[in-house]
């Protein structure tokens, strides 16, 4: 009877730490989703950006997913057939009291290619475009101005989309944590895809935080007249 009695007593404690610790996680959980925030963007293979993105300090967590398309939960085949409408894309959320919207915009134009407009890298096709989804009038303002940004600093028009926000659906399991899955054929693939190689040709001379470069008036009105000319 006395070796019931410590059984059950050594359950109940068990019992009661773990569900201390549930608690704390809830809580833990919670705190996170009141503060926190979330952003959905395109750049081609999801296992790239959502590997890069969550390297980022501030960022809480990337999901790779689907958005932009015409039917509900749609597969990996059918995004892929390029028939639904979706853009891979990753959902990223993040703590604004450590990194901005702003700031996040940066870091993903820095792993995308901003002048491509038929796919990215070796990923061709409108599904794997690069874009910014952006969920209100504040993401649209700060896209933009980014955008206009990146153009000046690298010298050309930049093709990435700025697309209203939808219904961001998240991939199956298997495209989770890709890189961390099935590192050996990840870095195959990113390696023979051409995105690092691409990445150090756009981005190594360029200062992305540094000052658009100044125009001469000569150009300034020159572009002025380009612009006036397609409107």
């Given at each position: 009877m006395r070796k019931i009695a410590v059984m059950m007593m050594?359950?109940?404690?068990?019992?009661?730490?773990?569900?201390?610790?549930?608690?704390d996680a809830m809580k833990k959980e919670a705190a996170v989703t009141e503060n926190h925030k979330t952003a959905v963007f395109a750049g081609g293979c999801f296992w790239c950006l959502e590997s890069d993105l969550k390297e980022v300090a501030g960022v809480i967590s990337v999901y790779s997913g689907y958005s932009g398309g015409n039917i509900a939960d749609p597969s990996y085949e059918m995004v892929s057939s390029g028939t639904t409408g979706h853009l891979e894309a990753v959902e990223v959320t993040y703590d604004p009291e450590k990194i901005s919207y702003e700031t996040l915009l940066d870091y993903f134009w820095?792993?995308?290619?901003?002048?491509?407009?038929?796919?990215?890298?070796?990923?061709r096709g409108d599904q794997y475009r690069a874009a910014i989804?952006?969920?209100?009038?504040?993401?649209?303002?700060?896209?933009?101005?980014?955008?206009?940004h990146v153009a000046e600093v690298l010298?050309?028009?930049?093709?990435?989309?700025?697309?209203?926000?939808?219904?961001?659906?998240?991939?199956?399991?298997?495209?989770?944590g890709y890189s961390k899955k099935n590192p050996i054929r990840y870095k195959y693939?990113?390696?023979?895809?051409?995105?690092?190689?691409?990445?150090?040709?756009?981005?190594?001379?360029?200062?992305i935080n540094a000052p658009a470069p100044v125009q001469d008036e000569g150009v300034q009105e020159e572009k002025?007249?380009?612009?006036?000319?397609?409107?």
């Open positions: 050594a359950v109940l404690v068990s019992f009661g730490i773990y569900t201390a610790k549930a608690e820095q792993n995308v290619d901003p002048l491509d407009e038929g796919g990215q890298f070796c990923d989804f952006y969920a209100d009038d504040a993401e649209k303002s700060a896209a933009e101005k980014s955008r206009d010298g050309e028009e930049v093709k990435t989309l700025l697309l209203e926000s939808k219904a961001f659906y998240r991939a199956e399991d298997y495209h989770q693939y990113r390696q023979s895809c051409g995105r690092d190689r691409r990445m150090k040709e756009l981005w190594e001379e360029k200062d002025a007249e380009e612009k006036s000319g397609t409107e």
